[in-house]
């Protein structure tokens, strides 16, 4: 099979094995962490919600250590998520105007799809003691298993799972958690793409589940398109 490079929950980056293995947790998270810092890229692409068809274009610009997910469609909004500080802040960028996105707003949905502001900041990927819970695989791929805990009450998320790709060191899916320690939320990345001769993002899936039966929700995909060769 042919080897999956997965780096992050919202791309796969061209990040290599490091010569030494990570030890710990909090290794294994850093090594997340920078993948996102070192992007330099343009995507063109979409959300789609998978039950009803609605769609969302999508222009994700990758560089400078910051990602910038910039929507069209009425009304225009960016996101912007700032990797030049730890943890990470993002940022919403609409009639205008710059503000940080509150504490509040984490659990709300973008664009009116599966996913919400958390999932776009990763701070849980800065969550302190992470746990190092065993080993797992995800598209045939050995990956670690790691474990946060919110430390605070904010956010929609108690807990979240991070399968992290052991070859690349990059976040091959994500489960997220209520304080019932019921699954809410997944997403995985279920393809990718050549660009530039480097591995990236062409699908990721979102899924938001009843946590009282477990059944998926709603789920919505993060398309992108191969670029157009100059």
Not at 101 to 124: A, H, K, T
Not at 169 to 185: F, L, T
Not at 194 to 200: I, L, Q, R
């Amino acid at each position: 099979m042919k080897q999956i490079i997965l780096a992050t929950l919202l791309l796969t980056p061209c990040l290599h094995a490091a010569a030494a293995q990570p030890k710990t947790a909090e290794e294994i998270l850093h090594l997340v962490r920078q993948s996102y810092a070192s992007q330099n890229q343009t995507l063109q692409g979409e959300l789609r919600d998978d039950s009803t068809g609605r769609t969302e274009p999508l222009e994700l610009t990758m560089g400078n250590q910051v990602m910038n997910f910039q929507f069209t469609n009425p009304p225009p909004e960016a996101i912007r998520l700032d990797f030049n500080s730890s943890p990470a802040k993002l940022y919403q960028v609409s009639n205008g105007k710059t503000k940080q996105v509150p504490s509040s707003q984490l659990g709300s949905q973008v664009r009116g799809m599966d996913l919400n502001y958390e999932d776009l900041s990763l701070g849980f990927l800065y969550w302190p003691k992470p746990q190092l819970m065993g080993e797992s695989r995800v598209s045939g791929q050995k990956c670690w298993i790691v474990r946060v805990m919110n430390p605070g009450k904010t956010g929609p998320y108690y807990a979240v799972d991070i399968y992290v790709h052991q070859a690349s060191g990059g976040a091959a899916k994500m489960a997220a958690y209520d304080r019932s320690s019921k699954i809410i939320k997944r997403y995985e990345v279920t393809k990718i793409q050549k660009v530039n001769g480097t591995d990236a993002l062409k699908e990721l899936r979102f899924e938001t589940l009843d946590p009282a039966s477990g059944k998926v929700q709603g789920r919505t995909y993060m398309k992108m398109n191969k670029p157009a060769k100059p």
